[in-house]
Protein backbone atom coordinates (compact mmCIF):
# COMPACT_ATOMS: atom_id res chain seq x y z
CA UNK A 1 0.00 0.00 0.00
CA UNK A 2 1.27 3.29 -0.94
CA UNK A 3 2.00 5.77 2.23
CA UNK A 4 2.79 9.61 1.51
CA UNK A 5 3.17 10.75 4.79
CA UNK A 6 3.63 14.85 5.09
CA UNK A 7 4.86 16.76 8.03
CA UNK A 8 7.09 20.07 8.37
CA UNK A 9 4.12 22.66 8.26
CA UNK A 10 3.03 25.43 10.70
CA UNK A 11 2.69 29.03 11.66
CA UNK A 12 5.34 31.12 10.11
CA UNK A 13 5.37 35.19 9.57
CA UNK A 14 5.45 36.40 6.10
CA UNK A 15 8.55 36.71 4.98
CA UNK A 16 9.76 33.46 6.94
CA UNK A 17 10.96 29.69 5.89
CA UNK A 18 9.59 26.12 5.93
CA UNK A 19 10.72 22.89 4.60
CA UNK A 20 7.83 20.27 4.24
CA UNK A 21 9.01 16.42 4.41
CA UNK A 22 6.76 13.76 2.74
CA UNK A 23 8.06 10.08 3.71
CA UNK A 24 7.33 7.59 1.06
CA UNK A 25 6.42 3.66 1.29
CA UNK A 26 4.52 0.95 -0.32
CA UNK A 27 6.22 1.69 -3.54
CA UNK A 28 9.99 1.59 -5.48
CA UNK A 29 10.22 5.60 -4.42
CA UNK A 30 14.13 5.20 -5.44
CA UNK A 31 13.73 3.06 -8.42
CA UNK A 32 13.24 6.12 -10.72
CA UNK A 33 10.11 5.32 -11.78
CA UNK A 34 7.96 8.30 -10.64
CA UNK A 35 7.69 11.52 -10.53
CA UNK A 36 6.51 13.35 -7.00
CA UNK A 37 4.44 16.51 -7.27
CA UNK A 38 3.02 18.74 -4.12
CA UNK A 39 -0.38 20.31 -4.57
CA UNK A 40 -1.72 22.61 -1.78
CA UNK A 41 -5.27 23.95 -1.44
CA UNK A 42 -5.95 27.16 0.40
CA UNK A 43 -9.05 27.49 2.65
CA UNK A 44 -12.00 28.24 0.58
CA UNK A 45 -10.54 27.34 -2.40
CA UNK A 46 -9.26 25.07 -5.19
CA UNK A 47 -6.70 22.43 -5.76
CA UNK A 48 -3.44 23.94 -6.66
CA UNK A 49 -0.44 22.08 -8.56
CA UNK A 50 2.79 23.89 -6.90
CA UNK A 51 6.00 21.99 -8.55
CA UNK A 52 6.81 18.57 -9.47
CA UNK A 53 10.41 17.03 -9.78
CA UNK A 54 11.02 14.13 -12.27
CA UNK A 55 11.61 10.49 -11.36
CA UNK A 56 15.30 11.37 -11.07
CA UNK A 57 15.16 14.77 -10.16
CA UNK A 58 16.78 16.54 -12.56
CA UNK A 59 12.91 17.89 -13.70
CA UNK A 60 12.12 20.33 -11.42
CA UNK A 61 8.81 22.49 -12.00
CA UNK A 62 7.31 25.45 -10.47
CA UNK A 63 4.02 27.04 -10.49
CA UNK A 64 4.62 31.24 -11.47
CA UNK A 65 3.12 31.85 -7.72
CA UNK A 66 5.77 30.41 -6.37
CA UNK A 67 8.61 29.77 -8.78
CA UNK A 68 12.48 31.27 -7.18
CA UNK A 69 10.85 31.39 -3.32
CA UNK A 70 9.97 27.92 -3.41
CA UNK A 71 13.03 24.69 -4.09
CA UNK A 72 11.40 20.90 -4.65
CA UNK A 73 14.10 18.10 -4.00
CA UNK A 74 14.32 14.39 -3.02
CA UNK A 75 16.18 12.26 -1.45
CA UNK A 76 15.82 8.79 -2.87
CA UNK A 77 18.10 7.04 -0.77
CA UNK A 78 15.62 8.41 2.03
CA UNK A 79 12.57 7.47 0.31
CA UNK A 80 11.59 11.64 1.05
CA UNK A 81 10.29 14.03 -0.65
CA UNK A 82 11.07 17.77 0.61
CA UNK A 83 9.30 21.53 -0.30
CA UNK A 84 11.59 24.40 0.71
CA UNK A 85 9.38 27.22 1.20
CA UNK A 86 11.45 30.64 1.65
CA UNK A 87 10.27 34.49 1.35
CA UNK A 88 6.29 33.18 2.62
CA UNK A 89 3.35 34.95 1.72
CA UNK A 90 0.00 35.08 3.28
CA UNK A 91 -1.28 33.68 0.52
CA UNK A 92 1.02 30.79 0.54
CA UNK A 93 -1.15 30.00 3.22
CA UNK A 94 -2.98 25.96 2.75
CA UNK A 95 -2.77 22.40 3.22
CA UNK A 96 0.20 21.16 0.88
CA UNK A 97 -0.64 17.76 -0.22
CA UNK A 98 2.36 15.18 -1.29
CA UNK A 99 1.21 12.89 -4.22
CA UNK A 100 2.59 10.33 -6.43
CA UNK A 101 2.60 10.76 -10.48
CA UNK A 102 1.89 7.40 -12.04
CA UNK A 103 5.31 7.56 -14.18
CA UNK A 104 8.73 9.32 -14.29
CA UNK A 105 7.15 12.32 -15.98
CA UNK A 106 6.23 15.82 -14.01
CA UNK A 107 2.38 15.21 -16.21
CA UNK A 108 1.91 11.68 -15.69
CA UNK A 109 -1.33 11.55 -13.64
CA UNK A 110 -1.43 11.76 -9.56
CA UNK A 111 -2.44 7.99 -7.98
CA UNK A 112 -1.73 8.48 -4.88
CA UNK A 113 -1.97 11.33 -2.01
CA UNK A 114 -0.73 12.19 1.64
CA UNK A 115 -3.24 13.19 4.36
CA UNK A 116 -1.45 17.03 4.01
CA UNK A 117 0.55 19.25 6.06
CA UNK A 118 -1.47 22.73 7.00
CA UNK A 119 1.30 25.87 6.13
CA UNK A 120 0.11 28.99 7.95
CA UNK A 121 1.36 32.55 6.95
CA UNK A 122 0.47 35.31 9.48
CA UNK A 123 1.76 37.80 11.47
Known amino acids: EVQLVESGGGLVQPGGSLTLSCAASGFTFSSYTYAMTWVRQAPGKGLEWVSAISNGGGGRYYADSVKGRFTISRDNAKNTLYLELKRLKTEDTAMYYC??????????????WGQGTLVTVSS
Open 99 to 112: TKNAGPWSGDALDA
